[in-house]
């Protein structure tokens, strides 16, 4: 049996009463025999609980109701000692437990004391008064209104600007001059005051028209002044021959004079085209007054 280890050794499957355990002192210089059930002791029976003990009254409320005394508490009993187990069946079933053993040295438990009563509790104290509200005080009165300021004086309207005058009208045109001495022509209103222009540029020919005439009425003479040239400095391919004939007035003199001329209001021009195709030559009138 030297150096064999504890769990090459064959499991015990009978009756363990009785059987000694080995056990070395706490100094380990004595070895001993020790019974089972002097190591181990076997289980007395437990104590029966003793009864609560009834509760105490609580104390009546004070003025906010005070608490009741609690009752006291009963004693408890002391415990008996532990019964044997039962032994384990061979195929390691749990064994039948063995009853209860009998109190112990140390007796049966004592039996707790019985629970006080609760107390009953204390009724609540009244609850003050409400204070009353006090009353809203008084609203204090309006003030008067401030009286209002005077309203302040309007200021003069300034003066009217006077109106503008009326924008000039007028017109333009051209005539298509064939070739030959022929007359070409514009009509204007009458009772009215105009500038009248014709003028025609092409190459070595220049002819240029200007007036400035009062018309009145279509019987009577045009008052007023003209002017016309022909550029003769090329091989004059255009010139007039002829310009209006009612036209009439002498710078710084009052007239008389009368003319032949119907339709005053119509101006006629005698041109002469001395090309081989036509040639345009623009014209136009402004109203001023």
């Known amino acids: 049996m030297a150096n064999t280890k504890i769990s090459q050794l064959p499991t015990y499957t009978g009756d363990t009463t009785g059987a000694y355990l080995v056990m070395d002192n706490s100094g380990l210089t004595e070895t001993f025999k020790v019974l089972k059930e002097t190591l181990i002791g076997s289980s007395g029976t437990s104590g029966t609980s003793g009864s609560d003990g009834s509760s105490g009254t609580s104390g009546t409320s004070g003025s906010d109701g ?23 069946g061979s195929d390691g079933s749990s064994g039948t437990s063995g009853s209860s053993g009998t109190s ?19 009724s609540s104290g009244t609850s003050g008064t409400s204070g009353s509200d006090g009353s809203s005080g008084t609203s204090g009165s309006s003030g ?5 300021g005077s309203s302040g004086t309007s200021g003069s309207s300034g003066s009217s600007g006077t109106s503008g005058i009326s924008g000039l009208s007028g017109a333009t045109g051209s005539w298509t001059v064939t070739p030959g001495t ?25 002819i240029v028209y200007n007036a400035t005439v009062s018309v ?12 016309a040239w022909n550029y003769t400095g090329g091989s004059s391919p255009i010139l007039f021959t002829s310009i209006p004939a009612q036209i009439i007035g002498t710078a710084g003199a009052i007239s008389t004079a009368s ?16 090309t081989v195709s036509g040639i345009t030559v623009n014209y136009g009138y402004l109203k001023i007054s």
């Open 216 to 227: 009145s009425n279509t019987n009577v003479p045009v008052i007023g002044y003209q002017y």
């Open 66 to 88: 005070s608490s009741g005394t609690s009752g006291s508490s009963g004693t408890s009993g002391s415990d008996g000692s532990s019964g044997t187990s039962g032994t384990s």
């Open 182 to 206: 022929n007359n070409y022509s514009f009509t204007v209103d009458i009772n009215n005051t105009y500038n009248l222009w014709a003028l025609a540029n092409i190459p070595n020919g220049i």
């Open 259 to 274: 003319t032949v001329v119907t339709s005053t209001n119509t101006f006629v021009f005698g041109i002469q085209n001395n």
């Open 144 to 148: 008067t209104s401030g009286s209002s």
């Open 104 to 122: 112990g040295s140390d007796g049966s438990s004592g039996t707790s004391g019985s629970s006080g009563t609760s107390g009953s509790d204390g």
